[in-house]
């Protein structure tokens, strides 16, 4: 038997991601194409990490392959991911590709929980991936990551990030005593932040996570006009002072321009430890319905159980403590569907354009 590029495509565009729902040939992930007698190989490349989900597109794309005629096929999955565009006038940072905010209206909604274990789990996913601890008042990356020490500076100007579980992480928590309070005005904050952001030698990030302060003042706004954002994520409970206030977050990034990649419910049923009892103390179907009057995407939702308040108390968060836990696949759940929003963007073509300088003689 034999099989033509033709029928390969027609085969190909048959297997559906399971992550995007599109097929593998309209949704352009495939490349490569080599047909040699009965011999197929071919390319197929993610716009986003899913190191988990590679051995079952392979299966999937190969096996559609020889169902068409082929002797054999090899699919080579990988994930290549690009920078996407960000508000108008605001140049990206040379070695982040995206950066993805992580916000709530108000604070004890769980966003910085929701931020570490997003981060975890998009490098566990095989992206480069970074954590800015934006929320100078209250760091809590440090804790939560299991890290402490001071960053180096190699040239008395910049600092290296600090790391831990394949995470670079960069926190004010790293540069001053954990029970000095920040006595700080909003310009001092914003400045201090813009200097963790852009003094801090990031290492080729494919994405960076800020976790944003709680709230929608002055620090969020100037954060939300001056930091290059790809897109952000509204962490919520289920009841409604806390959608009051994500609302409100949810219409600043807006009115800025920042596109709103979903809506994560944290805390939205409580799991009893001793019977397993589950109960929405908070209500339900909050997040879900604020999603559907602004029309974004619903994440996920989390719940409220010690194991995770437990784990991320003791520096090991859920998707590093337990990796295979229906949790942590919840986490890594969030983090395709943030990582697959991101690259149905635009991209960033700012990089292909030349610099042009215009001399008086």
Known sequence: MSINQDAVKAALSAVIDPNTGKDLVSS?????????????????????????????????AE???????AGSATANVHSKITAHTVQRGIKLLPTVKNIIAVASGKGGVGKSTTAVNLALALAAEGAQVGVLDADIYGPSQPMMLGIAGRPESKDGKTMEPLENYGVQVSSIGFLIDPDEPMVWRGPMVTQALQQLLEQTNWRDLDYLIVDMPPG??????????????????????????????????????????????????????????????????????????????????FLGRLPLTLAIREQTDSGRPT??????????????????KVAIKIAEKAKDMSSKFPNIVVKND
């Open 28 to 60: 352009k992930t495939i490349k490569n194409v080599k047909v040699e007698g009965d011999s197929v190989t071919f390319d197929v490349e993610l716009g986003y990490p899913a190191k988990s989900q590679f051995a079952a597109i392979r299966a999937a």
């Open 63 to 69: 096996g559609a392959v020889k169902a068409a005629g």
């Open 216 to 297: 929608t003042g002055d620090i969020q706004l100037t954060l939300s006009q001056k930091v290059p954002v790809t897109g952000a994520v509204i962490v919520t409970t289920p009841q409604d002072i806390a959608l009051l206030d994500a609302r409100k977050g949810l219409k600043m990034f807006e009115k800025v321009g920042i596109p709103i990649l979903g809506v994560v419910e944290n805390m939205s049923t409580h799991i009893c430890s001793n019977c397993g009892h589950t109960e929405a103390i908070f209500g339900e179907g909050g997040g879900e319905k604020m999603t559907k009057d602004f029309n974004v995407d």
């Open 319 to 336: 998707v590093v403590a337990d990796p295979d836990g229906a949790v942590a696949q919840v986490y890594k759940e969030i983090a395709r």
